[in-house]
């Protein structure tokens, strides 16, 4: 069992930066990967990014690639989002998510959510 805790939401100006945190409890956190997902209101779920177990390997969807940085420490079980050059159309509810793959980008291999912090970007 893999509890998450996000952290780190809140409001920003457009061209702004923030921080997610994402602090996880429970068992075998260093064996897993570790991405963020995001939901505006009206759309599906989607993508954002992905860290492996290790943190070796990460994976980014297009439209946040050289804008957002993963990250995670093992020892503190935690895993971060760093948000830069922020745009209006990245507001949303960002959830931390867990699963047992090599990889994450769909919500289909994710077995573990967060309850989501909410990012409003403004113009």
């Known amino acids: 069992q893999v509890q998450l805790v996000e952290s780190g939401g809140g409001l920003v100006q457009a061209g702004g930066s923030l921080r997610l945190s994402c602090a996880a409890s429970g068992r075998a956190f260093s064996s897993r990967t570790m991405g963020w997902f995001r939901q505006a209101p009206g759309k599906e779920r989607e993508f954002v990014a992905a860290i492996s177990p290790s943190g070796g390997i990460t994976h980014y969807a297009d439209s946040v690639k050289g804008r957002f940085t993963i990250s995670r420490d093992n020892a503190k079980n935690t895993v971060y989002l760093q948000m830069n050059s922020l745009k209006p159309e990245d507001t949303a509810v960002y959830y931390c998510?867990?699963?047992?793959?090599?990889?994450?980008?769909?919500?289909?291999?994710?077995?573990?959510w967060g309850q989501g912090t909410q990012v409003t970007v403004s113009s």
């Open positions: 998510a867990a699963g047992p793959w090599n990889m994450i980008t769909t919500t289909t291999m994710v077995d573990y």
